[in-house]
């Protein structure tokens, strides 16, 4: 896979929502009933991180949900493009990027959304073919302000920024002209999840499906 293909295919998934749920799962057998209730309000895309032992077993269970289409978070090196691609994993996330993992993904076919938070960063991206970026981590690196001056001599990078991001906020990064989606953890809180409050996690969803730039 060429990185402008990878590109195209994540691009492609940060215009289905406003929202990518960014979820660190503890216990596997809650992954298909909250991949159910993330659909079931909207958000289709899920992005769930290999912060936990249950993180590959969760992925492999969600992607069998109808309508999720559901990637690896926090994938840093080959041999986690391997686990990940293994147990069922659409898209990659990254907080940033090395060589050895973009040629990993690239050589696997899995698209790759490869982190950046600097104009170096990202034009070494852009060199390399990748247009469709995470800016992260969002806040800590000057929130949407900052990411509104990465695209005045970048317009050509587009961004999913994480990090950091609530419902307060996510409408200042969404009505930037380089700004697909944000990605947030606040649509499944780890209470909800515990508790199995599927309709509260559900409603949460379809609120941030509603977020825009004009909230």
């Not at 749920?21 to 909250?34: E, G, N």
């Not at 991180?49 to 992607?63: D, E, K, N, V, Y």
């Not at 981590?137 to 920024?161: D, I």
Request: hydrophobic share 45%; aromatic share 4%.
């Amino acid at each position: 896979m060429t990185p402008q293909e990878a590109s195209r295919q994540t691009r492609a998934l940060c215009s289905l929502a406003p929202v990518i749920p960014v979820l660190v799962i503890d216990d596997a057998s809650t992954a298909a009933s909250l991949a159910q209730a993330l659909v079931a309000g909207g958000l289709p895309v899920l992005e769930v991180t290999l912060r936990t032992p249950a993180a590959l077993q969760a992925i492999h269970l969600m992607s069998q949900v109808e309508g999720a289409i559901v990637g690896a978070g926090t994938v840093l090196t080959p041999e986690d493009v391997a686990a990940c691609k293994g147990s069922g994993a659409r898209f990659a996330v990254s907080p940033g990027s090395t060589p050895r993992l973009l040629d990993a993904c690239e050589a696997t076919a899995l698209p790759l959304l490869p982190g950046a938070a600097t104009a170096t960063e990202v034009m070494h991206l852009l060199e390399r073919g990748y247009d469709m970026l995470k800016f992260f981590p969002a806040e800590a690196s000057g929130g949407s302000a900052a990411l509104k001056a990465l695209g005045a001599p970048l317009p050509q990078a587009t961004f999913c920024p994480t990090g950091g991001i609530s419902p307060t906020n996510a409408p200042d990064y969404l009505r930037l002209s380089n700004t697909l989606c944000v990605g947030g953890s606040w649509v499944a809180p780890s209470e909800a999840v515990k508790a199995q409050n599927w309709a509260t996690i559900t409603d949460l969803a379809r609120a941030a499906r509603g977020l825009s730039g004009n909230n």
